[in-house]
């Protein structure tokens, strides 16, 4: 046999065993990724003029884009990214995001990706705003402060680019990376959720453009909202139920109607009106979501980092309430032709294991099917 048939062979013979072992071990990392948040599964990217990387946990590999999601035969045709809390529990959240899709059986055309906004590693001190076990910021990372990243405040490293700036530029690398996606689900817990709220209202991404993905949000358990009006709820005596809304003294609390509660004294690196900001919120696609048992002082409500400032305080004692108020103001007020409603979840204090993967979440998370 001439030399160069049996080199041929020998490299299609080696080929054949090779083959099938790659094959494996991408398979084995993409099922690591969509069932825990793994090390491999820590990505990064640089948006666009930042200045800096921003990361996030993804159940598939951006580098190879074209890769079936678990049990779908082709790339995915939907997105939940899932911001985290206080803590930048970007790992918990992003498990309990998996969980979700999971019990769902909808993981085979979803995308999972939960980002992290980096604080620096002498600022997010244990028990603060730190999570172990979740990567500490490293040189050229992007860096927000412990509660400046949660109302879209400018990074404290690179070009200072807002957080609201770098989703967008999460929302079009994803959009870029994974061309058959077609919905992207924008949903937040607690601190994540103060995020989303406010995203919304400042997202360059409206849901219209033509040929982009249609965005969706949902807003869970946060401690404060954002108000398009002066006024604020007006409770029953016992707490339980909204009576109506009234405009409070403004002199008692002069932060009430302040960014990040209300639209006074927005800053200008928003780039968007009072009036845009409502308008945009008003036309968006939002789902809200409550814990059942996040409606008190009692243990598992993470009462003591619920904001207690008489701003937040003027929404209402305890999360579940403060959120039950905002639907209400909402559809009163806000985008009464919208008639959005508060999934309030059973058995759930103020913890996004629990809220995220429940079946009265489900609808809200996964999305319609396309």
């Known amino acids: 046999m001439p ?9 299609a013979l080696a080929a054949s065993f ?28 640089t948006p666009p003029g930042a200045g800096g990387a921003l990361h996030y946990y993804s159940s598939l590999d951006p580098d190879a884009p074209d890769a079936p999601a678990a049990g779908g035969s082709a790339g995915p045709t939907r997105a ?23 019990n769902a059986d909808a993981l085979g055309d979803t995308l999972v990706v939960a980002p992290l906004f980096q ?6 001190v244990a028990g603060r705003c730190n999570t172990v076990g979740v990567p500490v910021a490293q040189p050229g990372d992007l860096l927000w402060t412990c509660g400046s990243w949660l109302e879209g405040a400018r ?17 079009d690398e994803l959009a870029r990376r994974w061309p058959g996606v077609r919905t992207i689900t924008v949903a937040g817990f607690s ?41 604020r709820p007006q409770f029953s005596a016992d707490g339980a139920s909204v009576t109506g809304f009234a405009v409070p003294d403004a002199a008692a609390c002069p932060q009430m109607n302040r960014w990040k509660y209300g639209t006074d004294d927005l ?32 243990r598992g409500t993470a009462y003591r980092v619920l904001d207690k400032s008489c701003a937040a305080l003027a929404q209402g004692p305890f999360r579940m309430q403060r959120g039950l108020a905002y639907a209400a103001y909402d559809r009163k007020l806000l985008a009464p032709d919208r008639r959005r409603e508060v999934v309030v979840v059973p058995g759930c204090a103020h913890d996004v294991a629990c809220v995220f993967p429940s079946k009265a979440a489900r609808a809200a998370l996964v999305g319609p099917t396309r």
Not at 155 to 171: I, K, R, T
């Open 80 to 102: 939940l990214i899932a911001m985290h809390g206080h803590s930048r529990d970007a790992d918990k959240t992003f498990e309990a995001a998996l969980r979700t899709l999971r």
């Open 3 to 11: 030399s160069s048939r049996r080199w041929f062979l020998s490299v």
């Open 18 to 45: 090779i083959a099938p072992w790659q094959a494996h071990a991408a398979t084995a990392e993409a099922s690591t990724c969509q069932e825990s948040a793994a090390a491999e599964c820590f990505r990064s990217f």
């Open 155 to 171: 990074s404290v490293s690179g070009s200072n680019v807002g957080s609201f700036a770098a989703m967008d530029a999460l929302v």
């Open 119 to 124: 604080v620096a590693a002498d600022k997010a």
């Open 267 to 298: 800053p200008a690196y928003l780039g968007r009106t009072a009036a845009q900001a409502r308008r945009q919120y008003a036309q968006a696609d939002i789902s809200y979501l409550e814990g059942a048992l996040d409606s008190s002082d009692a």
């Open 191 to 231: 601190a994540g959720g103060q995020f989303v709220q406010r995203y919304i209202a400042f997202t360059r991404h409206d849901g219209t453009a033509a040929g982009r993905p249609a965005m969706r949000y949902v807003v869970a358990d946060p401690s404060t909202w954002l108000y398009f009006d002066p006024v």
